[in-house]
Nanobody, 123 residues
């Protein structure tokens, strides 16, 4: 079992930046693909980004490409999501998840989930 904890959410004005962190205490976390998803009220969970266990490959959803950057520090057992040029439509609860199968976009293929962190972007 891997327990994930997100942090870094908050309230920011449009055009601002936030950095989310996803941490785990289990060493196996460094061997797992990790993804970020978000869910706004009344909407389905949306793929944001994912990264391989080594960090050598990353993928982004079309709505965040060029604005968000995913990275990881396996020595710290942490994955980051740097969010720049934030827009009001980025407002959502952001979840990190880990997958035994590696780098995937489908949330159904993730094995472990955090509790989420709220990001609110004001206009």
């Amino acid at each position: 079992q891997v327990q994930l904890v997100e942090s870094g959410g908050g309230l920011v004005q449009a055009g601002g930046s936030l950095r989310l962190s996803c941490s785990a205490s289990e060493r196996t976390f460094s061997t797992l693909g990790v993804g970020w998803f978000r869910q706004a009220p009344g909407k389905e969970r949306e793929f944001v980004s994912t990264i391989t266990w080594s960090g050598d490959k990353t993928y982004y959803g079309d709505s965040v490409k060029g604005r968000f950057t995913i990275s990881r520090d396996n020595a710290k057992n942490t994955v980051y999501l740097q969010m720049n040029s934030l827009k009001p439509e980025d407002t959502a609860v952001y979840y990190c998840a880990a997958a035994l199968t590696g780098i995937v976009r489908n949330p159904a293929e993730y094995d472990y989930w955090g509790q989420g962190t709220q990001v609110t972007v004001s206009s």
